[in-house]
């Protein structure tokens, strides 16, 4: 030990291991890897294919024919009882009608575009992909993909602005963006953050219940069963390297370098921060302005990946799931349309046909959503039999 190496802060363990933090560090590499932007990517691009066969087939959208047939019989309600001039059955089919042009797939495609731009900058080592600046082509394309989710997912960029689309491909454009939002989302990790004064993403937690959107309640394992579910797959966990020098930086400065850091503090975890990022608050709540205390960081791993054009082999390993996505074919045509009110509770068990064409929840679990074709049997989920409730379209 050197000379008042005493005086430097260190890390120290209270309920972290140093399995946890070998597995930490293995979850944060892999979610700023080439690999993990790259199956941002290819889930995004499944939802701009469908937009593209959308504006392609059927360049004007309406009404499927069972609600148009309800939409119309109302209108003849109103007519014959005065409440409305007989003109309104005038091309009732144009009263519910999206145009899908050129321009519409060109917005989604310059996401697409972002994407691909960012990942040969990225694989030929520039990471300044990440910045939030001119440079943050990575940035920009999850900015671009959340958007498309929030305009026809969520129906608007509030999520709730009553946004509605109409043709064939709408349903299936739908479903491939919850996917690929509940499958590893538009945006990997590693990015700078866009406001200063953040606290950390993440603090070391326990075990703890949550109250679920449905009423009851929803179980977070805490950090440690987190890391371990996110590594079951790994075969050999490399362990974390001890640095021969101490690179330190403290909340607020500039880091040096694009990398891992830890936090000296008790169970601190590890996060990412790239270089002349300020670094990081700590504390809860996580990854909120001026939120947590004023820390010590120390550089754990500088991220030097892909200098040489090559992925490290152990990118094979990161994410053992298939990158195969689901058959949305299925949901081509699917009537979204239905008698579903918000105040209503419908819960139904894997197996049993599903009652409405939409989003469904498992409970208990806040990222596990699917959207599902009317009369489809509602599936498992994560291997065993779950109750869904439906939450609209």
């Given at each position: 030990m050197a000379l008042f190496d005493f005086l430097k802060p260190n890390w120290s363990a209270r309920k972290m291991t140093e399995d946890d933090r070998a597995r930490r560090l293995w979850v944060l590499k892999a979610f700023t890897s080439y690999t993990a932007w790259k199956r941002c990517r290819d889930r995004y691009a499944v939802f701009v294919n469908l937009m593209e066969l959308q504006c392609k087939e059927e360049p004007v959208g309406r009404l499927g024919p069972a609600e148009f047939a309800k939409y119309k019989a109302m209108v003849e309600r109103w007519v014959r009882n005065g409440e409305f001039p007989a003109k309104a059955l005038n091309n009732l089919e144009n009263d519910h009608r999206t145009d899908w042009d050129s321009s519409t797939y060109a917005r989604a495609l310059e996401g697409l575009s972002q994407y691909d731009r960012g990942l040969v900058q990225l694989r030929n080592g520039d990471r300044g992909v990440f910045l939030h600046n001119s440079r943050g082509l990575l940035e920009d394309a999850a900015n671009s993909a959340k958007y498309e989710y929030e305009i026809y997912y969520m129906g608007g960029p509030k999520g709730g602005d009553g946004m509605v689309f109409y043709g064939k491909y709408v349903p299936a454009m739908k479903a491939a963006l919850l996917w690929a939002a509940q499958h590893g989302g538009f945006n990997a990790g590693g990015m700078q953050p866009a406001m200063a004064e953040l606290s950390a993403p993440s603090v070391w937690t326990e075990p703890r219940d949550l109250p679920d959107p449905s009423g009851g309640k929803m179980h977070m394992p805490g950090s440690h069963v987190a890391l371990m579910e996110a590594?079951?797959?790994?075969?050999?966990?490399?362990?974390?390297?001890?640095?021969?020098?101490?690179?330190?930086?403290?909340?607020?400065?500039?880091?040096?370098?694009?990398?891992?850091?830890?936090?000296?503090?008790?169970?601190?975890?590890?996060?990412?921060?790239?270089?002349?990022?300020?670094?990081?608050?700590?504390?809860?709540?996580?990854?909120?302005?001026?939120?947590?205390?004023?820390?010590?960081?120390?550089?754990?791993?500088?991220?030097?990946?892909?200098?040489?054009?090559?992925?490290?082999?152990?990118?094979?390993?990161?994410?053992?799931?298939?990158?195969?996505?689901?058959?949305?074919?299925?949901?081509?045509?699917?009537?979204?349309?239905?008698?579903?009110?918000?105040?209503?509770?419908v819960v139904q068990r894997s197996g049993e046909p599903a009652k409405y064409t939409g989003t469904w929840a498992a409970q208990g679990d806040l990222h596990g959503r699917i959207f599902w074709r009317q009369g489809d049997p509602l599936p498992l989920h994560k291997g065993s039999a779950v109750d869904w409730v439906y939450s609209g379209v």
């Amino acid at each position: 030990m050197a000379l008042f190496d005493f005086l430097k802060p260190n890390w120290s363990a209270r309920k972290m291991t140093e399995d946890d933090r070998a597995r930490r560090l293995w979850v944060l590499k892999a979610f700023t890897s080439y690999t993990a932007w790259k199956r941002c990517r290819d889930r995004y691009a499944v939802f701009v294919n469908l937009m593209e066969l959308q504006c392609k087939e059927e360049p004007v959208g309406r009404l499927g024919p069972a609600e148009f047939a309800k939409y119309k019989a109302m209108v003849e309600r109103w007519v014959r009882n005065g409440e409305f001039p007989a003109k309104a059955l005038n091309n009732l089919e144009n009263d519910h009608r999206t145009d899908w042009d050129s321009s519409t797939y060109a917005r989604a495609l310059e996401g697409l575009s972002q994407y691909d731009r960012g990942l040969v900058q990225l694989r030929n080592g520039d990471r300044g992909v990440f910045l939030h600046n001119s440079r943050g082509l990575l940035e920009d394309a999850a900015n671009s993909a959340k958007y498309e989710y929030e305009i026809y997912y969520m129906g608007g960029p509030k999520g709730g602005d009553g946004m509605v689309f109409y043709g064939k491909y709408v349903p299936a454009m739908k479903a491939a963006l919850l996917w690929a939002a509940q499958h590893g989302g538009f945006n990997a990790g590693g990015m700078q953050p866009a406001m200063a004064e953040l606290s950390a993403p993440s603090v070391w937690t326990e075990p703890r219940d949550l109250p679920d959107p449905s009423g009851g309640k929803m179980h977070m394992p805490g950090s440690h069963v987190a890391l371990m579910e996110a590594t079951a797959h790994v075969k050999e966990l490399p362990r974390v390297p001890v640095p021969t020098q101490d690179i330190l930086v403290q909340t607020g400065e500039p880091c040096p370098v694009f990398g891992i850091y830890e936090p000296q503090v008790r169970d601190g975890m590890m996060a990412y921060m790239c270089q002349g990022q300020e670094a990081y608050r700590y504390g809860e709540p996580c990854n909120q302005p001026r939120a947590g205390t004023t820390v010590t960081w120390k550089l754990i791993w500088e991220d030097t990946r892909y200098r040489d054009g090559v992925i490290p082999e152990e990118e094979r390993d990161y994410f053992p799931e298939s990158n195969t996505p689901p058959d949305f074919s299925r949901l081509v045509g699917a009537e979204l349309a239905n008698d579903w009110r918000s105040d209503q509770l419908v819960v139904q068990r894997s197996g049993e046909p599903a009652k409405y064409t939409g989003t469904w929840a498992a409970q208990g679990d806040l990222h596990g959503r699917i959207f599902w074709r009317q009369g489809d049997p509602l599936p498992l989920h994560k291997g065993s039999a779950v109750d869904w409730v439906y939450s609209g379209v």
